[in-house]
T-cell receptor
Framework: KQEVTQIPAALSVPEGENLVLNCSFT??????LQWFRQDPGKGLTSLLL?????REQTSGRLNASLDKSSGRSTLYIAASQPGDSANYLC?????????FGTGTRLLVSP | KAGVTQTPRYLIKTRGQQVTLSCSPI?????VSWYQQTPGQGLQFLFE???????NKGNFPGRFSGRQFSNSRSEMNVSTLELGDSALYLC???????????FGQGTRLTVV
């Protein structure tokens, strides 16, 4: 059974810092890995998708890496801003379903 | 193009009632999946439909059911509501599994 873990559970940083969120999974048989952000009471916004054959993806200040063999992914956020404050979720895609981690709640202070 | 649309956004129901939630996927997407999000359990997979066929189902009681129509729109139904069914219900659509999932804003269900 696939299990996804995210560390840390919460993170508080001052504006401008670079930060790394971690995601680990137990079964390397995945189609892809997605990073999402969720604002309070809202749906999930897809940030980055890394397909199983890829090692990393970049979008603006975000960079995500994937190491299938070790079951790990990291989301790097450069020059953090207060607007980055949200819950960040990683999810791995298996047999027609996503398995989610428990999330990292990020607070960026001005 | 329009994203995933879920209706209604908010619902308040009484224990024992039933409820139907609706999801319209992104145009061209034939896969629709449903997830339940609660503070205690996080995001859990309910079921996935592709071209009107249920391909996968999560570990939920039979009170939770769904269907998909020929236009790919999907509905999920919860019968005999319990207090523990209070949650944010999220729908996601995909073109293909490997191309990622896109989520709607969710339906917040409160059972009183």
């Amino acid at each position: 059974k696939q299990e996804v873990t995210q560390i840390p559970a919460a993170l508080s940083v001052p504006e401008g810092e670079n930060l790394v969120l971690n995601c680990s999974f137990t079964d390397s048989a995945i189609y892809n890995l997605q990073w999402f952000r969720q604002d309070p009471g809202k749906g999930l916004t897809s940030l980055l998708l890394i397909q199983s054959s890829q090692r990393e993806q970049t979008s603006g200040r975000l960079n995500a890496s994937l190491d299938k063999s070790s079951g790990r992914s990291t989301l790097y956020i450069a020059a953090s801003q207060p607007g980055d404050s949200a819950n960040y979720l990683c999810a791995v895609t298996g047999f027609q379903k996503l398995v989610f981690g428990t999330g990292t709640r990020l607070l960026v202070s001005p | 193009k329009a994203g995933v649309t879920q209706t209604p956004r908010y619902l308040i129901k009484t224990r024992g009632q039933q409820v139907t939630l609706s999801c319209s996927p992104i145009s061209g997407h034939r896969s629709v999946s449903w997830y339940q999000q609660t503070p205690g359990q996080g995001l859990q997979f309910l079921f996935e439909y592709f071209s009107e066929t249920q391909r996968n189902k999560g570990n939920f009681p039979g009170r939770f059911s769904g269907r998909q129509f020929s236009n790919s729109r999907s509905e999920m139904n919860v019968s005999t509501l319990e207090l523990g069914d209070s949650a944010l219900y999220l729908c996601a659509s995909s073109l293909e599994t490997a191309l990622g999932a896109f989520f709607g804003q969710g339906t917040r269900l409160t059972v009183v």
